[in-house]
């Protein structure tokens, strides 16, 4: 029989888009609850122990109620929430991270990376691994998405003229829900300094980590930080790392007096399970900017 995946939460903004990519395939089958008993909990825990696989494109506490319906061991569920990313019992569902590939093959309670954390780990776990970031050094997070990250409300103060803003800093309490996940995957001591932004477009993101090499264990130089990124992703079909020359080519793209401005776009994975990761540094060794560029509703999440 073709396998069955009920998409909870379909008519959502991440649900919409999951529901869009699989509309293609031919080897499952989408099955979706009638609009009109979206809030009926037997008909939703009748189609959430029958499907073969369960997506929760849900707010964190909806997701923690969904699951506890569940009781047919052999549903294998990806929550695209928060609420199990650091929890017992649950596979962090990042492939390209060493050995989670067979470990989400294996299990049926996988955790979706938060958007953020996708860019964050994949730029710094290579690099605590190899022994060029130690795990108790103070990172920081710079990090602008689209508006379309915030959910249905954001989206429309975004679209319908609300917002004024072209550019929106935001978690100033210090206390992101992201953050958790950031530490636990990356290997890190203490929690990273974490000032993510929304501007003023609706998909896609940047996200960056700047480094002071000379703070760093043997001050390893831009070029060891990008060997060690591109060597940890060989093999990888969305994990890419610009080469040595594509870098150079960025850093002189726009000479003007504010310097130079590299033709680096959030938009530019949009669409795709791609994410393209950089390293930029000073002519003198002593400091390094990481990027990721990746679709916040593609890759991740």
């Known amino acids: 029989m073709t396998p069955t995946v009920f998409i909870d939460g379909e008519a959502g903004t991440t649900g919409l888009q999951i529901r869009e990519r699989l509309a293609g395939r031919r080897d499952l089958e989408v099955v979706s609850i009638d609009p009109e008993k979206r809030k009926d909990v037997a008909a939703r825990r009748a189609l959430l122990n029958s499907a073969d696989a369960v997506i929760l494109c849900l707010p964190d506490d909806a997701a923690v109620e969904a699951v506890v319906l569940i009781d047919n061991p052999a549903v294998k569920v990806i929550d695209a929430s928060t609420a199990h990313r650091v929890a017992a019992g649950w596979t962090y569902g ?8 067979a470990a989400i093959a294996a299990s049926t309670r996988v955790a979706n990376p938060g958007c953020y954390p996708t860019g964050f780990i994949a730029l710094v776990v290579p690099l605590v691994a190899a022994g060029l970031i130690a795990p108790d050094f103070p990172l920081t997070v710079n990090a602008v998405s689209g508006y379309s990250g915030g959910g249905k409300s954001l989206i429309a103060e975004f679209e319908t003229g609300g917002a004024t803003d072209a550019f ?46 000379w703070a760093l264990p043997g001050r390893p130089s831009p ?5 060690a990124l591109t060597a940890a992703y060989v093999g990888e079909p969305f994990v890419t790392v610009a080469d040595a020359a594509e870098t150079a080519r960025l850093q002189v793209a726009r000479a003007g007096a504010a310097g130079h401005v590299a033709e680096i776009d959030p938009e530019a994975l949009n669409g795709t399970n791609h994410l393209r990761l950089y390293v930029f540094g000073d002519t003198t060794g002593e400091q390094a900017r990481l990027l990721a560029v990746l679709d916040n509703l593609g890759k991740g999440a």
């Open 94 to 101: 990042f492939p390209e991270l060493p050995g989670h590939r």
């Open 168 to 213: 929106r800093p935001y978690g100033l309490t210090l206390k992101h829900k992201h953050v958790p996940e950031m530490q636990r995957y990356a290997g890190l001591a203490h929690p990273p300094l974490f000032a993510p932004a929304v501007g003023r477009f609706a998909q896609g993101m940047i996200v960056e980590v700047p480094l002071p090499l």
């Open 223 to 227: 070029e060891a930080l990008r060997d």
